[in-house]
């Protein structure tokens, strides 16, 4: 995308130097709701609030760095998902209910788990420990999915003995390995085979997932699938019920979708001519874009639901064949923009001409995504307005890496200083999930907050739970 410099030159450059940043705003204090949760605002004092509670407060209460997270926007955005794939009447998709997996990758604990429960989701888990905390908080087995490219067999014995809803295959060991257990525990197990559909989505190579040289799923190409689906089809012990493709992440429009539904129902209608099977559902995974900044544009739920439907029925009615259930994976386009992380200002270091540096007391152990995938985010002094020009920033962290960025090139107030809180919204989704002791730090809390109230659902770290790993 690209990024202009804002003419006016302000602080500490007549020119800028090239970098990833837009102009500045015209008001530094505005908080782009495209970026921020529903329930963000300013009070009177200029002090930004969420959920009815001042960020000073919160920062007072549970300290920083902490991860805040709106529970209203958050339930909101699951309705919103739900209700975009409800059966529509009137048009394609009547009466068919598709069904909407929340990716527990992006972020998970039991108090989340509870919440997609009571809105009405299913969820995807891939580890042990997703799908522990997943039955630990009640989600019904039966509405789980178990993913991953190389599922160990304790894994793999305790999704099949809880009773969950499917797995997802992602190789030929795989497929007999999924059988053999479930056959050994009695079991007939629902599964989806992942395929690779050749299908780049236009993101960063190192979350590209579709095309063929990577390791998740069995590529389309060389008949591989087909071969996976013969080999799944002879199985006692498994039920595939359908087909799975995942073309990557933080995607803002459907092109790549509806190529990658053309390969899949390609393949539905050759299993449908080979084994006279029809299978009844199609998984076309998640990886739907966020707003980071206020240049992303990403679309809602229900022009989504609609672009998706649209292209499942006219493949399948070009292919002669009966429309399966859709199944849907969001994660980070639910819990993304629910929550942002609370900085304290340590330090404010000018280099003339350049930049200035704003160091923070957080970093590449809370979000390690800037420094992995060179992400882009936005960031606001929240603690109180400022009417300063504003100056070319760069939010750092305290880590022992020059890579320890957290917001490359932004523009904050040239006002800022040491005690000052800045906030830096859409964190929700893989800043907790991806987070590390890197130079010993403690991992922050994760707060939710609604309705006035406050509370951890996540708590923060503490050196004695550093020290208890720590055997000697």
């Known amino acids: 995308m690209s990024r202009s410099a804002h003419p006016a030159g302000p602080r500490h450059a007549d020119v800028l130097p090239e970098g990833h ?22 009070n009177a004092d200029g002090v930004a609030t969420v959920g009815g509670i001042d960020v000073k407060t919160l920062a007072e209460e549970f300290g920083t760095p902490g991860y805040f997270l709106d529970e209203a926007d958050f339930r909101a955005r699951c309705r919103a998902w739900r209700e975009a794939f409800k059966g529509e009447k009137g048009g394609k998709g009547e009466g068919e209910d598709a069904d909407v997996f929340y990716a527990g990758k992006a972020f998970l604990s039991r108090a989340v788990v509870r919440w997609l429960t009571e809105e009405g ?21 039966e509405r789980i999915a178990l993913h991953g490219n190389n599922k160990s067999t304790g894994e793999i014995e305790r999704a099949v003995e809880a009773g969950v809803g499917r797995i997802v295959l992602d190789s030929f060991q795989e497929i007999a390995r999924v059988a053999h257990i479930a056959q050994r525990l009695g079991k007939r197990q629902r599964v989806q085979i992942r395929i ?3 299908v780049e989505a236009h993101t960063h190579e190192f979350i590209a997932t579709a095309h063929e040289d990577q390791k998740f799923g069995i590529p389309l190409a060389g008949g591989l699938a087909a071969e996976a689906v013969r080999r799944a089809l002879k199985l006692d012990g498994l039920e595939l019920i359908g087909i799975h493709s995942h073309i990557g992440s933080q995607i803002f429009d459907t092109s790549g979708f509806e190529v990658a539904a053309h390969r899949v129902v390609g393949l539905l209608g050759e299993i449908r001519d080979e084994h ?6 199609i998984d076309l995974g998640g990886g739907l874009g966020i707003a980071y900044t206020s240049e992303d544009d990403p679309r ?3 022009e989504i639901a609609k672009a998706l439907r649209d292209i499942v029925h006219r493949e399948c009615d070009a292919a002669g064949l009966a429309v399966p259930r859709l199944s849907v994976e969001p994660g980070r386009a639910i819990v993304g923009p629910t929550a942002f992380t609370l900085y304290e200002v340590g330090t404010v270091k000018e280099l003339p001409g350049l930049r200035t540096y704003v160091s923070v007391d957080g970093g590449m152990s809370d979000n390690i995504r800037t420094a992995l995938y060179d992400a882009e985010y936005s960031v606001a002094l929240v603690s109180r307005a400022s009417t300063a020009e504003p100056m070319l920033s760069r939010v750092v962290g305290k880590h022992c890496e020059s890579g320890d960025i ?10 800022l200083a040491p005690g000052d809180l800045i906030a830096v919204p859409a964190t929700g989704a893989y800043c907790r999930s991806m987070a590390s002791n890197y130079n010993h730090a403690l991992r922050p809390p994760v707060v939710a907050v609604r309705d006035g109230q406050a509370r951890e659902i996540v708590r923060r770290e503490t050196e004695e739970d550093l020290l208890r790993l720590d055997v000697g």
Request: net charge negative.
């Open 300 to 302: 809602e739920p229900h």
């Open 276 to 281: 006279g099977v029809e299978l009844p559902e």
């Open 406 to 415: 957290v917001v490359r090139d932004a523009f904050l107030p040239a006002d």
């Open 121 to 141: 989701l299913n969820l995807d888990v891939c580890s042990a420990g997703e799908l522990a905390t997943a039955l630990a908080a009640g989600m019904p087995a």
């Open 21 to 42: 940043y837009a102009a500045p705003p015209a008001d530094l204090n505005q908080l782009d709701p495209r970026v921020w949760s529903r329930t963000v605002g300013r």
């Open 196 to 198: 690779t559909v050749g």
